[in-house]
């Protein structure tokens, strides 16, 4: 049977895919084991066995490789989430579920994480703005102010809880590459404690 034209360009889509994860897998790798300044392009090519001609097809330049590490995290873990609250039958169930999904990413890849976190620490996109805009804070802010209109949740400041609540998950991500012996299950149970405590009327 012949090849379509279509079938032709999804094995060329999903090749072009799995090239990509690969880079980006190879770059967390680099990011990891040689920080930033150590993540090249020709380090990355080279771990993933490949020209630099080929990694700059796929990332224009370094900036936008480690960027898009970042973002698939991001990516991966906005899927985690958005499962957890499609699924939850309270405010509170996607309170927790939120938490749940940020928090088990964390500690299932840490290397992941890390690695999001170096390109953070040298890449700093938005800074210049005048009013920088945090969609993960404000994503958050609104959950909180679903669950106050609904009558579940009591009075508070949601943006202000929000960014406690956002700024303890990055503490979690912090500890969980720097303590060898963190307790993530003591510190997982007291986080959601705190936050479910801190909605209720």
């Not at 210049?128 to 579940?152: F, I, M, N, W, Y």
């Amino acid at each position: 049977m012949a090849t379509t034209s279509t079938e032709r360009q999804s094995r060329t889509n999903k090749a072009g895919s799995e090239r990509r994860a690969q880079i980006i897998s190879c770059s967390v790798d680099a990011l990891c084991e040689l920080g930033f300044a150590g993540a090249t392009i020709g380090e990355i090519a080279r771990r993933a066995g490949v020209s630099k001609g080929v990694v700059t097809y796929h990332f224009r330049d370094k900036e936008a490789l480690l960027i898009a590490v970042v973002s698939d995290l991001y990516s991966t873990v906005g899927g985690l989430i958005g499962e957890r609250i499609d699924s939850a039958e309270s405010s509170a169930q996607a309170l927790r579920g939120y938490l749940e999904a940020n928090l088990e990413y964390i500690r299932e890849q840490p290397r992941r994480v890390r690695a999001a976190m170096e390109v953070m620490a040298n890449i700093r996109p938005g800074l210049d703005d005048p009013k920088p805009v945090d969609p993960v804070t404000d994503h958050l802010a609104g959950l909180l102010r679903s669950g106050q209109e609904s009558g579940e949740f009591g009075q508070f400041d949601a943006q202000s809880l929000a960014i406690i609540i956002r700024a303890s998950i990055d503490a979690a991500a912090r500890s969980i590459v720097s303590i060898p012996d963190f307790d993530f299950t003591a510190y997982q149970h007291q986080l959601i404690s705190l936050a479910l405590d801190s909605t209720r009327r």
